[in-house]
């Protein structure tokens, strides 16, 4: 895990981490080890049908390019960031590996391990979309695992949808003196975001928008030629993104007009998509939370099942069945440079996974030692 988490790996640059992931699958005996065109690694315990249980966990991490990561040890807890998001899930995923080709358990159905790219932020889940892009994968896989930090006492069962937007709006600029009464992007963006502040939410279904990120202009005494926002829709209703997708687009547009009937001038705008997460639900029939719901009882953990934006969105808006956990261990400061991860109750959260796993791919035989 400690070395792992200091290879870094920034969304849509984690080939580094894939070629060490693609190195331990097959160190660890798994076959048909491979990277696919999105960057995604593969490797398979092949069973007896060729359907498959999918176990996966994210590569990426949201820590910037150039940032150094090196693991601290304070008081029993390793500290750095990503050192549980998803350093925890994929030190899992190969703690699952070896421990099945250890056992020599054979399964009915064959089991494929993935780490795959592009889960965090702007990465939009990419890696699982290219994953489940071909038909015949979506046929075969009959449920996933996703593996994401270490809470145990958390399972993903449905899909928090979300878009993501980028919103700019450009004009021809000046100084604020001598081109006073030019349009101003910064205003007109400001408008915008004034009147998304009005609109009216409801408490059910739970929806939220956010704008996390705004930039505009280059000095105080200029009036600039662009200003941009990046804005987070996010419902458990594909619905109210909907709506609330157009409110945004309309929002822009009055601002825009209200801003060029003030001032003298033309604004361009341009709004451009960043992410689409879908909304998904499984089933309270579901054979996978069947399972789990089983194991946690007879390991006595108590598990709260909740809905959140994770890698299981994609197989779940496909109809298959999917669930997110931890890998076990406690953790803490997420996404954050004090990010730690303490490996007490790993070894819990691993039984937990291994006995999940068993269950819902069907064993065949016990043939190690």
Same mark, same amino acid.
């Given at each position: 895990q400690i070395e792992l988490t200091e290879i870094p790996a920034p969304t849509f !640059?984690? +080939?580094a981490r894939a070629q060490y992931m693609a190195r331990k699958f097959r160190e660890l005996g798994l076959k048909h080890v491979r990277l696919d065109? /999105?960057?995604?690694? $593969?490797?398979?315990?092949p069973g007896k049908s060729s359907n498959v249980v999918a176990v996966t966990a994210h590569l990426d991490t949201v820590v910037p390019p150039g940032v150094p990561i !090196?693991?601290?040890r304070n008081n029993g807890r390793f500290c750095a960031p990503g050192i549980s998001d998803n350093g925890a899930g994929l030190a899992a995923l190969l703690g699952i590996v070896a421990t099945l080709q250890k056992s020599g358990i054979a399964t009915d159905l064959s089991l494929l391990f993935l780490a795959n790219v592009g889960? *965090?932020?702007?990465?939009?889940?990419?890696?699982?979309r290219h994953f489940f892009s071909r038909r015949e994968m979506c046929q075969r896989t009959a449920a996933v695992f996703v593996l994401d930090g270490s809470a145990i006492d958390h399972v993903t069962v449905a899909g928090l949808g979300s878009r993501r937007f980028l919103v700019e709006i450009a004009g021809p600029g000046g100084h604020s003196w001598s081109d006073f009464g030019r349009v101003n992007p910064i205003q007109a963006l400001s408008s915008a975001?004034?009147?998304l502040g009005r609109i009216s939410l409801p408490s059910e279904p739970r929806t939220s928008w956010n704008v996390g990120m705004i930039h505009g202009g280059t000095a105080v005494n200029s009036i600039p030629q662009s200003a941009w926002m990046k804005v987070d829709i996010r419902s458990? +209703?594909?619905?109210?993104? *909907?709506?609330?997708s157009r409110t945004l687009e309309a929002a822009v547009r009055a601002a825009v007009e209200k801003e060029t009937k003030r001032a003298s001038g033309g604004l361009e705008t341009k709004i451009v998509s960043l992410g689409d997460r879908p909304v998904a639900e499984l089933p309270e029939s579901a054979r996978i939370l069947q399972v789990v719901r089983e194991v946690d009882q007879h390991l006595g953990i108590r598990s709260k099942m909740e809905r959140s934006s994770t890698d299981a969105n994609i197989p779940l808006s496909l109809g298959i069945e999917a669930i997110a956990t931890g890998g076990g261990g406690l953790s803490g400061d997420a996404h954050t440079l004090n990010e730690w991860y303490d490996p007490r109750g790993?070894? $819990?959260g691993l039984k937990r996974l291994l $006995? /999940?796993?068993? $269950?819902t791919a069907g064993l065949l035989e016990e043939a190690g030692d």
């Open positions: !640059q984690e +080939s065109e /999105a960057g995604n690694v $593969l490797g398979e315990k !090196q693991v601290q889960e *965090e932020g702007e990465g939009d889940l990419h890696g699982m975001i004034a009147e458990i +209703s594909a619905e109210e993104i *909907e709506r609330l790993r070894e $819990l $006995l /999940a796993i068993f $269950l």
